[in-house]
């Protein structure tokens, strides 16, 4: 009977530590590629992604099944100029449950347009760290995104949680970016790229000039959407203090990237809550949000009276 119940019991323990940290879902979208390409090797490809992410460990933690981080990839394509290229966009979001409740708070929602690699059908998709360029460019492109974006879920998701608790997942990401592949049509790993890629994403978590965005997500998604339905009051006022962080931030830091990042698909959670905030709060809030949520102002001055 005690070995039985040891058996089982290592059992509980094995599958545990099995778990991985996602539950992701990649779904590859081919209608602009040319219809010479079968459409099985996109089919493959989509089921070697979702393979990729959800089967490799990425961490040391031990994540139970209902831990672990649900996300989102759609990846859509055209053909490249050469042979087995592929150029495209790839569209990443993540969320993470709302303390008491069955909401999914967004903490990643954002779309790179710079994507270019390297597929044949059955290809294996590798990565490892430390040889990130690995030996075919094109090839190893792949993984570097995938797994670039693996680790800034990660990070993310860690500082909406605990303070600085992402910040060992950053500093993964950032290994990528400093040995990405380099090849001709592979872009958004370096900071002469453009003003919003890859690059200036990690650049902006990790450079300690900007530390205070830690706290930012971290009081946002612990004092905010946290005590949402068991302490609303206490919500509104957090978020106030938030929104005053992110005001200095912005105006000491104007026009970096993490500050557009940071609202992509938080205007719907933000105005839900201050609709019930005191007048006073309102006012100041839409205040704010004017100037550090350009893109959304319109809905803010319309929908919180």
Known sequence: MHKLIFAIALMFISFFTR????????????????????????????????NFLNNKKWTSDVYAPGERIECNFLL????????????????????????????????????????????????????NENRVAGTDAGVSNLTA?????????????????????????????QNIVNNAPDGRGISGWKAFDGLRNRYWLVENMSNSRYNVIHDIYYNYYRTVMDNLYDSPKKAQNELMNVLNLLDNFNTQNSNTMINQFFFQGKATEMIQILQKSEPAHKVRAKEILNKVDVNNAQRYNDEIK
């Open 145 to 173: 995104l995938f797994a670039y974006y693996a680790y800034m879920i990660l990070g993310f998701d860690g500082d909406s949680f605990a303070k600085n608790g992402g910040v060992s997942y950053f500093q993964k990401a």
């Open 19 to 50: 778990a991985q940290e996602f539950n992701a879902r990649v779904t590859v979208v081919s209608t602009r590629v040319a219809n010479t390409v079968s459409q099985s090797t996109f089919r493959t490809l989509q089921t070697a992604l979702n």
């Open 76 to 127: 859509n394509l055209e053909s490249g100029t050469d042979q087995n290229y592929y150029k495209g966009s790839l569209t990443i979001q993540a969320a993470r449950p709302v303390f008491n409740s069955s909401y999914l708070a967004p903490i990643v929602n954002y779309k790179d347009d710079d994507i270019y690699f390297k597929y044949i059908e059955f290809q294996q998709l590798d990565f």
